[in-house]
DNA sequence: ATGAAAGCGCTAACAT
DNA sequence: ATGTTAGCGCTTTCAT
């Protein structure tokens, strides 16, 4: 496997018989190395297939013109995250490199201050964290967060508005004649759901509704814990028409829940999630939710890093892209209107 | 934003009045530190939230813990190859770090062969390169390929079986009764677009149909190129009753194509599809296609290149993972059976 | 124009 | 048990 050994700088320069230090400055178009010299390093560089080593590099460097994302894992908002990042990489010269804690203790909160400390000063000029755990990192590089589990901090942030988000599924519904309206939350812990609640309350309350605390489950985000919620809800002497779910994931398993129980979605019970995922429109009904612009957060993120980095301009710090409602075949008007 | 500069191991040693070594050794679990040594040690690590570069360390060392997978960009297969990595590496202690090319020279051909150079030999214990151009690649770590376009090499290379699969495709359609089958090809320097056909051909051979060439078109895997030859083959004088697309793109521009001539899929034409891709179910009617295993296949080259790096077993070193027809609305038996 | 030497942060002999 | 030293591959003064 390893019958090629790695190609130093040193090999290149006995090859060529010049010191480390002119190979190093032709790769790096210093001046001071003639001509004739510089073709015959090239060509010698050519010949084996020298390659110079990011690691070596990195720790002489300050610059290594490397963006590190760092992810807890590859699933499916961060898959989206990372493809807008490529968007927003491409052409800039600056590699992307992902960091993804999946193999260890991911469960640990604050992995993203273990993983931003091994690379940040060395290695990459800059780093994203996706969806952290923590904000109240500090790092030699410049840092920008994407969806903060704790919401806005003092490092830039990309989210996205789930307060308005929340409010405009509500509306919908409101629009449509509901009046009994129910949400299932997600985890309380986190800002996104907790933002995704006030939008709910502040909705009802601008059209004058009260709040009724019986209507609201918790339901952690978890399809399982939602299908529960679902249940206790049809179950209530005067059930909901319709039902908000923090996620889509939690919109579906509630579906199911109405349909088993012989319902129809949206004819007797109406629906709307959050995030769109693709699952959302593959079943029948498509479901009803409130879209993120997931890609778009990625291109943002590494804009805002990137001109940070380059320019040293604090900007902008924090950036809320407005959230979209979808509307499938989960929702429609209430059976009976009143 | 640099308010904090990186912790260094030396100044570690120096608050904990101890050299850099002790420190070092500590770190390491290594043996000849005294207890009470190693807790103020621990305890100085802690207070300063020190975390050992990762690039330092790879320098010195030989052994990193990092897996590199080398994409040329992120889309959708080679995300769905990152979630089965991620599947694989769990709990294995590795960490998984993942290049792309995307904001460099990705056009270029050996994109993999400059940035496992980079990597290998510091950084990376062993590296997964996704759809590579090259297998020609030295390094001096294990390497496993997945579907490279070249096809199988020298070097270890997972892939999924697309001989059989392009077989099955035409088998499905033969089965339904079909006999003017016609086939939109991929782009012909693509090893997996060429076993595609192959498989075309070797279906209709055996079940006694000859090939006709006329029935062949190019598509280049590319949709547009591929309604133009949808519109070919309709126009022929003995048009196809079926066409299988080298993939689901094509396939979806076929049945586009037809239903706007105003033909009926799949009464008056079916179409298959390869990959399985979301859009392909998402569609009405859903395209009937070959699904590959992508995700398992990200899983099974992370297992390979485990299982070199720790065992050096040379093991089975090609790996061909079956494909899998999945049938929906797109096919159906022609209508005037002969 | 070229090279010798120092040092980035770390580990591993090899002293002591 | 602890420290001293050399060196991983590279860049960058500073001499020559």
Chains 1, 2 share one sequence.
């Not at 991911?106 to 923590?134: F, I, K, Q, Y």
Request: charged share 25%; net charge negative; aromatic share 4%.
């Amino acid at each position: 496997m390893d019958a090629h050994r790695r190609v130093t700088i040193r090999e290149v320069a006995e090859a060529a018989g010049v010191s480390v230090a002119t190979v190093s400055k032709v790769l790096n178009d210093r001046y001071g190395v003639s001509g004739a010299t510089t073709e015959k390093v090239r060509a010698v560089i050519e010949e084996l297939g020298y390659e110079s080593s990011l690691v070596a590099r990195s720790l002489r460097n300050t610059k290594t013109n490397v963006i590190g994302v760092l992810v807890a894992d590859f699933e499916p908002f961060s898959l989206e995250v990372l493809k807008g990042a490529a968007d927003a990489i491409r052409g800039t010269g600056y590699e992307l490199v992902v960091y993804s804690a999946a193999g260890q203790a991911v469960e640990h909160v604050g992995w993203e201050r273990r993983h931003l400390t091994r690379v940040s000063g060395t290695l990459v000029d800059g780093a994203v964290l996706v969806t952290p755990t923590m904000t109240d990192v500090t790092a030699s590089v410049p840092i920008v967060a994407i969806d903060p589990h704790t919401g806005r901090s003092h490092i830039p942030t990309i989210d996205s508005d789930n307060l308005r988000g929340g409010h405009r599924a509500v509306e919908h519904l409101l629009e449509l004649g509901h009046r009994r309206i129910a949400m299932i939350t997600g985890r309380p812990d986190l800002e996104s759901a907790r933002a995704r609640e006030r939008g709910y309350r502040d909705a009802l309350e601008a059209a004058g509704i009260p709040v009724d605390e019986s209507l609201i489950e918790q339901g952690d985000f978890i399809p399982a814990t939602a299908a529960g919620a679902t249940r206790r809800l049809l179950a209530l002497p005067k059930p909901p028409s319709a039902i908000f779910a923090a996620n889509d994931a939690m919109g579906l398993a509630a579906i199911e829940v109405a349909t088993k129980q012989g319902l129809h979605v949206p004819e007797d019970l109406s629906v709307v999630g959050f995030d769109n995922v693709p699952d959302s429109a593959m079943t029948a009904p498509g479901l009803t939710t409130v879209e993120q612009p997931i890609r778009e957060m990625g291109r943002r993120a590494l804009e805002l890093l990137l001109q940070q980095i380059q320019h040293d301009v604090p900007r902008d710090p924090h950036v809320t892209l407005a959230t979209r409602l979808v509307v499938r075949g989960s929702t429609a008007p209430p059976r009976q209107e009143r």
